[in-house]
């Protein structure tokens, strides 16, 4: 009799053409999902993969049965999770997430679905909140960026527009932004000018060659430096609208800007959860 797992495991291995990227997504051994893909085939009594050295090739029986099977497979792990939410009388399960301080804060919480779920959240960059997501530690994280790892999905939810911000008073270069540009003081977020440095990319196709006057792995923090004429920096619309608004900082050169997409990001087993699709779709 065929087992219900040794096609889940098919399929992601048809996906993934990889062994071990299949048993990463499925949180299996290795060996566990190569038995699962020979006992299909046993069964079957004909191959599904051809076994190249790093990768798996799909047979044409192989892409018959993905083409037959991978629908099927989709509706039944839909209807499962479907019965088990409305089975649990649709209480609130508890989602754990992650994501950067200061969009989570601004843009995240305020559209959170509490009738839909409970949530805890932890702040972190994208790349260490990937690992704790790939741990079940998290369910899912909003990221800065896309990272290729097999059994990530990634679903766009934002556009974050970058600024030049300085405090009021600073008299705005008449002609050549960039040298006006290296003369300031600056404030960063880190050494490695993350948001500053994709502001000199997009504007003047170069990486910039300044040296921060301040540190400050905070965004409001970075605000409130400007705001008290420490130097210019670079940062996000939905932080700066209200200061700007109200006089207490200045954006220079409006009309250029750099732009970032951020993501919900979350396991590839996940994607039939009713629970975590509300949420995607209330964050959208």
Known sequence: MIDFEWYRSFIHVYQQRSVSAAARIRFLTQPAVSQHIAALEAELETSLF???????????AGTALYTQVVGLIDRLEELSLEMKYEAGEQSRPVLKFGGPTEFVTHGIVPKLPLDVA????????????????????????????????????YVPIADERFHLIAPIGYDAPEADLK????????????LE?????????????????????????????ILKAIEAG??????????VEAAVSAGRVQRIAPERFATNQLYVAYRTDSRHDPVLQQVIKALS
């Open 230 to 239: 420490h130097g210019i920096s670079v940062l996000p619309d939905y932080l």
């Open 179 to 190: 040298e006006w540009m290296d003369r300031q003081r600056w404030i960063s977020y880190g």
């Open 193 to 221: 000018l993350p948001i500053i440095r994709r502001y000199y990319q997009t504007q003047f196709g170069e990486r910039p060659g300044i040296r921060p006057e301040m540190i400050l792995p905070n965004v409001d923090a």
């Open 50 to 60: 051809i076994r190249a050295p790093r990768q798996m090739i799909p047979t044409d």
């Open 118 to 153: 409970q949530f805890t959240v932890v702040f972190d960059l994208t790349v260490p909140l990937l690992q704790r997501m790939f741990a079940n530690e998290l369910d899912f994280i909003i990221a800065t960026k896309r990272i290729d790892e097999p059994g990530v999905q």
